[in-house]
């Protein structure tokens, strides 16, 4: 699967990562559907 991806400081890349997986009863899947770049 394609996931966006932390490179460095204001810079991420479309990266081919694994299908994420559910191991433990404490594990999560989360999709982050927006962003938002703070300009200092």
Do not use: H, N, Q, S
């Not at 479309?14 to 927006?34: G, N, S, W």
Request: glycine fraction near 2%.
């Amino acid at each position: 699967m394609k996931a966006l991806t932390y490179v460095e400081d204001g810079r991420f890349e479309l990266r081919e990562k694994d299908m994420p997986e559910i191991l433990e009863t404490t594990d999560a899947v989360v999709r982050v559907t927006l962003k938002t770049k703070i300009v200092e």
